[in-house]
């Protein structure tokens, strides 16, 4: 009797679920999947191997993957297969349009397989990423996070000097604000906390872990609001 393939269903969610690794030292927080994830340079070269229940794909130790290189992974749904599943990834705990579902009647439970870095994103990025999310269904689950670092040199890609630009836009906003223009104020305190927070990502600096684009954007918001509370506001026009 052959054996049953091993069809590509488990691949998007267990390659997405890069986030099912631990963020800090300890089990592996799934109920029933297990994963391992290979990276490899544009030569082939083995970059980092992360497998559930070890102390990989956390922050000080992330996943390192390669702009030119390739990611493996190997799954499985444990002893149940997940029928009528769906998954969902965030980043820094920011909802993705990173989802889907399937069915899966054929009750199959593996799933493997090598995608390319460059052929699933329109543009080279780098930094240090906070993934996590969850895959779950009829027979089990499988929730987790982990961190995930593309290397590289973030000065010479394109959304490195895009978030540059946008915080520096939303200064002038905010400088713009102090003149009385709230709505100036508002705007660029948000302009401002997404480029900030996209450089920390980019730069891999995340002093408060995965709070610190949350908290960039957050305090600059702050920021916009008090500008737009607080800013003296331009004295009428003279009456006639």
């Avoid at 000080?60 to 493996?72: F, K, S």
């Avoid at 399937?102 to 930094?127: H, I, M, Y």
């Avoid at 709070?211 to 916009?224: C, K, N, Q, R, S």
């Amino acid at each position: 009797m052959r054996p049953a393939p091993r069809r590509p269903w488990l691949a998007l969610p267990l390659l997405v679920l890069l986030l099912a690794l631990p963020a800090s030292v300890g089990a592996f927080p799934l109920t029933t999947c297990t994963l391992t994830v290979t990276s490899t340079d544009a030569n082939g070269k083995t970059l980092a191997t992360a497998t559930g229940g070890a102390d990989d794909a956390t922050q000080t130790n992330p996943l390192l993957v390669d702009w030119d290189g390739t990611v493996t992974w190997h799954g499985t749904s444990g002893d149940n297969a997940i029928k009528n599943n769906s998954w969902h990834v965030d980043v820094f705990m920011i909802p993705t349009p990173l989802r889907g579902g399937d069915a899966n009647e054929k009750g199959n439970k593996l799933g493997d397989g090598t995608t390319s870095v460059r052929g699933n994103a329109p543009f080279q990025f780098t930094g240090l990423y906070y993934v996590s999310g969850e895959f779950r269904g009829d027979g089990g689950s499988c929730v987790g996070s982990g961190w995930l670092k593309l290397t590289g040199n973030p000065a010479t890609t394109v959304p490195f000097w895009v978030a540059v630009v946008l915080g520096l836009l939303g200064l002038a906003l905010l400088a713009l604000g102090l003149r009385g223009s709230w709505g100036w104020a508002v705007l660029g305190g948000i302009f401002t906390g997404l480029g900030l927070a996209a450089v920390l990502a980019m730069l891999a600096v995340l002093p408060i872990g995965p709070w610190t684009p949350v908290a960039a954007i957050g305090l600059f918001v702050v920021v916009g609001l008090a500008v737009a509370v607080f800013a003296p506001k331009p004295a009428p026009p003279p009456a006639f």
